[in-house]
């Protein structure tokens, strides 16, 4: 070929070698540390159940809260555990309230329902969720 230019390359550069996996690392869960800054990342705390007294509240009354933008990160969970499906499904928050429902207890903000839409929010790089917030005396 006339005119053709011939292209070097730099020379590779050296691979680390790959380390093998070790299945105790996973046992012992160094990575503990870890999920739990992620967590803090997110939500202010993750919690278990429901600390606040039983307000009763039925859907209807909830659609009576105007809703308000919440900070992720002042957010307590009430649900350890998600169900996939229900973050991945494209019409999850199709259902039910449009937007989450949060106690507002002794200080604290209590994500009682939409911890699905929370998440999402968060993948989406949102620091901020619309909910309807329930101040509880």
Do not use: N
Not at 9 to 14: K, R, T
Not at 26 to 46: G, Q
Not at 112 to 123: C, F, M, N, S, T
């Amino acid at each position: 070929m006339v005119g053709a230019q011939i292209r070097v390359h730099a020379p590779c550069q050296p691979v680390a070698p790959r380390r093998r996996f070790d299945p105790s690392l996973v046992a012992s869960r160094p990575h503990a540390r870890e999920i739990s800054r992620l967590r803090r990342v997110i939500f202010k705390r993750v919690g278990d159940g429901r600390p606040y007294p039983d307000h009763g509240y039925v859907q209807k009354q909830w659609a009576a809260i105007a809703p308000h933008q919440v900070r992720l990160d002042e957010l307590v969970t009430t649900k350890r555990t998600l169900d996939l499906d229900a973050l991945l499904e494209e019409d999850s928050t199709f259902y039910g309230d449009l937007f989450a429902h949060v106690v507002y207890w002794r200080g604290e903000l209590f994500l009682e329902d939409g911890l699905h839409r929370a998440l999402r929010a968060a993948l989406q790089q949102r620091q901020t969720l619309h909910a309807r917030v329930l101040e509880l005396k």
